[in-house]
């Protein structure tokens, strides 16, 4: 089993490999939207593109729609991460040019990053399994998974690890993009446990659509006859950083 599978499966259960590909294809997708609008303004400031801190973590609220999993505002942040089986999940765009090392940059800058390591008693609820995403599992991983699940159910939840997805990029590139389950220092820098990079992982594969020959719904519909009857709505002036 790959081993990016695996932690991604053992720290947020069934649907850990759907998540890992679903937060290597938002993030690119954030990168592409903000590098066309930057380009169609005509701005030479980056001020448009330098909201994609914001941009993916509204991208990143799609997860509420998976079970076990809520949003939560840390302390008095202007936005909300998810919290998935107690596990919370945050974005952040820490450089935004090649050759800087991560390690060099502060991550606790701001009360609201600093109490994203302290939550306690996060309520989750379960979802309707209607309509929820292929979780992508083979047999084994299946097994594994629900293991996990089993697992977690017996514990009480609360977000206990956070997993930070580092993100590098600018209009000129998106330059790196590693996930893992992180620390904050005394200091107020990451240290890190496991670490993958996903710049290489491929999206999720979509939910598949029953053949439309084969549905009740199918063929033309009855034609009806009807009687006609007179007929009597950096530089955008947002802070681009998520200090409260």
Known sequence: MDEGRRWAIETFGEFGVHIRGRVAELVREEHTALVD??????????????????????????????????????????????????????????????????????????????????????????????????????????????????????????????????ISSSPMGLHEMTWGEATVTIDGHLQWGFTEDLQDVAAPRPVGVADSGKSFTSGEPPAKKLRLQSEPHEDSGIPASDDD
């Open 37 to 166: 609008a930057q380009e169609a303004s005509g701005h030479r400031s980056q001020g448009i593109y330098g909201q994609y801190w914001l941009g993916i973590l509204e991208r990143f609220e799609e997860f509420d729609n998976l079970p076990h999993a809520t949003l939560i505002r840390p302390g008095k942040a202007p936005y909300r991460i998810p919290v998935i089986n107690g596990v919370a999940l945050f974005a952040w765009r820490w450089g935004r040019a090649r050759g800087v090392e991560m390690a060099s940059v502060p991550f606790a800058t701001s009360d609201a990053r600093s109490a994203m390591f302290e939550l306690e008693s996060v309520v989750t609820q379960g979802k309707f399994e209607i309509g929820m995403p292929d979780t992508g599992l083979s047999d084994e991983e299946k097994e594994l998974a629900e293991a996990v699940e089993a697992a977690m159910a017996d514990a009480s939840v609360s977000a206990n690890k956070v997993v930070v997805v580092a």
